[in-house]
Structure formats: structure tokens, C-alpha cells
């Protein structure tokens, strides 16, 4: 079997196409939805991040009120910062981009989002809200990926999914999504202290990888014509290339394609999805606003 290369780049981009509409409708009635994205420091990653975030507000006609603060900034200072956006009525979601420098305390700073403006799902308002399936902002990545099954027409009802890793970020939250009704899938979480990994992917449907390890999930491990998502972004040098690196996922793509029905790319799967969320999630907070 030869499996077919889910798009996420086109999928992506039709949700983007639907949020831009609903933006430009709800500029009509006065409001113009906002989002403010905030990254301290130069993390490499982070930067190109947080420009595909600002690419997206652009193309959705979103006000971006992002701000870049320098590395040395104070756990004070950011924190007053946020305060501040909380407060601005003009301002729908606010997003620190994440690993924050080590001398601020990550927990502290996602706690003060208010929960109105939390695009991110990442408060433990949202991740409770989640948890009992009360409306609340979703987090972005999980919510892509079960966007992009749904998309790709994959039956979900009654399946096997394995969700390799355990990450407030994907792996807790997504294994709580594919087991919710709308999705109902049987689910199994997979980690570092899982020790017959093999042996459960093979029973899988549906694998998502998020282990943030490349190679974590090889052609040997999975049954032929599963489904396999791969969250992972790993920069492994590549003289080839002018940055001097290439990304690739914590999945064996090559091998995997040979024996799976479906899989995500990497880059192009689950990545830009993750961006398009974040456009929904904002324009869900404006709507709400309205
Ligand atoms: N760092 C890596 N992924 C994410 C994300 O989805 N949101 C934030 N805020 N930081 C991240």
C-alpha cells in the first residue's frame, strides 16, 4: 500500500479561507478581531513561529498586536504586560510564545491570560473546560489534527488511536479530543516509561506522534493501512540547505508511507494547521465579544 499524504498546507488554508470571511463580516458590524502574540528572547524556532502566526493575522485581515520583548526581560514586566492586554477591550486573544528564558516561571505566565482571551487553551480554566467538555478554547495543535482527519474523511467511530506522548501541549489534550464523542475513539497513551511500545501501535488505527524524537515511530511498528499523524518538528543539520538545516518529524515518513493508508508530512501536516486554529480561536473570542 502506498498511503495517501494528507495536505495540510491545503487544509489549512480552507480554514483560514472561512475565517477570513467570517473576519471581514464581523469588521462590518465595527469590531476587528485582535490577537496579540508575545515572544521574548530570539529562540530560533520561536521566531519563525511566531512570523507564521503574524503571516496568517495578515491574510485573515486580523489586527496583530504583537509585541517581541528582549531576552533579559523581567517575569514583572511581561506579567504587566499581559495585565494590560487583559484589560484591553480592543484585544481578543493573547498568546505567549513558548519556551519562555529560564528566568521566567512558564506556569505563572500562562496563568495570568485571563480565560476570555486564551487562544492558546493552554490556562487550566481551558484545559478543565476541556477535560468536561464545557465550551472553551480548544488547543491548537490537538484541535488541528482532529480537523484534519475529519477532513481527509477518516473514520474515526470505534477505532484504535495510540497517542505517543504525554505533553499538556498535544499528547494529554489530544487523547482526550479523539476519546470525545463527536470523534470516539478507543485510546491509548504511550511514553517514555511505555515498554512494549511496538507491540501497541501495531494494534493502532490511528497513531499520533508527538514525542518530539525523530525516528520514534518506524515501517515495523505500525499494521498495514494505519493512519499516522506525526506532531514532531525536529531541525537536524543539512549543509544542503541555505539555513543549514531541514525539519523533520519524530516519524520514519519514507518507510511509513510504504505500509500506512494515510500519513502527515513533515513540514506541511500538522504545523500550519496549528496556525489556522489559532485564527479560529481568535475570531471565536471577537465573535463572542460581538
Ligand atoms: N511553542 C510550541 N508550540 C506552541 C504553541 O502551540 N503555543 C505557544 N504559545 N507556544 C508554543
Request: hydrophobic residues 40%.
Amino acid at each position: 500500500m502506498s498511503a495517501v499524504i494528507i495536505d495540510g498546507k491545503q487544509v489549512a488554508a480552507e480554514v483560514r479561507a472561512e475565517v477570513a470571511n467570517k473576519v471581514s463580516e464581523l469588521k462590518k458590524k465595527g469590531i476587528a478581531p485582535c490577537l496579540a502574540v508575545i515572544l521574548v528572547g530570539e529562540n530560533p524556532a520561536s521566531v519563525s513561529y511566531v512570523t507564521g502566526k503574524q503571516k496568517a493575522l495578515a491574510e485573515v485581515g486580523m489586527v496583530d498586536r504583537s509585541v517581541h520583548l528582549p531576552e533579559s526581560t523581567s517575569e514583572e514586566e511581561l506579567l504587566k504586560l499581559i495585565d494590560e492586554l487583559n484589560a484591553d477591550d480592543s484585544v481578543h486573544g493573547i498568546l505567549v510564545q513558548l519556551p519562555l528564558p529560564k528566568h521566567i516561571n512558564e506556569e505563572k505566565v500562562i496563568m495570568a491570560i485571563s480565560p476570555e482571551k486564551d487562544v492558546d487553551g493552554f490556562h487550566p480554566v481551558s484545559v478543565g473546560n476541556l477535560m468536561i467538555g464545557r465550551p472553551g478554547f480548544l488547543p491548537c495543535t490537538p484541535h488541528g489534527i482532529i480537523v484534519l482527519l475529519k477532513k481527509a474523511g477518516i473514520e474515526t467511530s470505534g477505532k484504535h488511536a495510540v497517542v505517543i506522548g504525554r505533553s499538556n501541549i498535544v499528547g494529554k489534550p489530544v487523547s482526550i479530543l479523539l476519546a470525545r464523542k463527536d470523534v470516539n475513539c478507543t485510546v491509548t497513551m504511550c511514553h517514555t516509561g511505555t515498554k512494549n511500545m511496538a507491540e501497541i501501535t501495531r494494534q493502532a488505527d490511528i497513531i499520533v506522534v508527538a514525542s518530539g524524537h525523530p525516528h520514534t515511530l518506524t515501517g515495523d511498528m505500525v499494521k498495514e493501512g494505519a493512519v499516522v499523524i506525526d506532531v514532531g518538528v525536529n531541525r537536524i543539520p543539512d549543509s544542503t540547505k541555505k539555513s543549514g538545516f531541514r525539519l523533520i518529524g519524530d516519524c520514519d515518513f519514507d518507510d511509513l508511507k510504504e505500509k500506512t493508508s494515510f500519513i502527515t508530512p513533515v513540514p506541511g501536516g500538522v504545523g500550519p494547521m496549528t496556525i489556522a486554529m489559532l485564527m479560529q480561536n481568535t475570531l471565536e473570542s471577537a465573535e463572542r465579544k460581538a
